[in-house]
Every structure is written in structure tokens, then in C-alpha cells.
């Protein structure tokens, strides 16, 4: 994440979290200068029950949103300082004009402020790569095809 120019006035370390599929991942903590790295892979794996149709996968994905926050540990709870929201389909399969190189890496987003950031909006920097299989269930039991 870069912010050029911008200095935080609270020391606290940060972390990103990331809400994607229903479920939610956060970094390991970084000192609280820009840019920041997170040099962390985050897994997300989700099951969907009776989808049947690849279309019907997207249109469930483009109705779940994927959101990603950086928090500072400032107590007692920790303060938002910036939050990027995409519907999933677009956050897992980006268009091929925002990525740069092979599909789904080195996307560039601006981040959303919140109120009490100053500064520019930060740039957040990240890929994406996405595994999709089918199954049987069989007797209980899952089967790849």
C-alpha cells in the first residue's frame, strides 16, 4: 500500500483485513510507515451448494461483495483508515484492462478515506488467483470430476 507524502501521526502498527466469500482473513501486523508491505497469501475456499451452471456461479459472485480494510491498532479497538468494496466477480476476475500481465496480477486500486485519514487516498497493490472444480456428492462424501 503507498500514500505518498502522507505520515501517520499514531505509531500503531497496521494490518489489512479482508473479507471475501463469508469469510474473513487479516495480515500479519506492519510498522506504520508508508509504503507498506504485506508479503502474505491469503486463502479463501468456499463450497456452493446446487450450482450447477457456470452463469448461475456468477451471478451468485456479483451479489457477494469482497472487502478489504486497513486498521490500526489504535485502542481500544482499532480505526479504519482506508476500505476498498468490489463485487466478488470483479474482485476474482477483474477486467482484463485493470490487471497488469497475466490475469489477475498486479492490480492498482485507490482505497477509500475514511473521515479521519488525511492525505491522499492510499493506492493498495495485490493479486488475485481463483480455482473453481466441480464434485459429485456421492453418499455424502464429496467426489471431483
Known amino acids: 500500500i503507498t500514500c505518498p507524502g502522507v505520515q501517520l501521526k499514531d505509531k500503531q502498527e497496521l494490518y489489512l483485513s479482508v473479507f471475501v466469500l463469508g469469510q474473513y482473513h487479516k495480515t500479519e501486523c506492519v510498522p506504520a510507515v508508508f509504503p507498506l508491505f504485506f508479503q502474505e497469501r491469503l486463502l479463501f475456499e468456499k463450497e ?10 456468477v451471478k451468485l459472485l456479483e451479489f457477494d461483495t469482497a472487502v478489504l480494510e486497513l486498521i490500526q491498532l489504535v ?8 476500505t476498498y468494496e468490489e463485487n466478488t466477480r470483479d474482485f476474482l476476475f477483474p477486467d482484463p484492462k485493470l490487471t497488469h500481465g497475466l490475469r489477475g496480477l498486479q492490480r492498482e486500486v485507490l482505497m477509500k478515506r475514511s473521515p479521519s485519514f488525511t492525505g491522499i487516498a492510499p493506492k493498495l497493490r495485490f493479486s488475485t488467483t481463483c480455482h473453481i472444480s466441480d464434485s459429485l456428492l456421492i453418499l455424502g462424501r464429496s467426489h471431483i470430476q
Open 48 to 57: 456452493f451448494a446446487n450450482i450447477v451452471d457456470p452463469g448461475d456461479l
Open 75 to 82: 485502542p481500544p479497538v482499532g480505526k479504519v483508515l482506508a
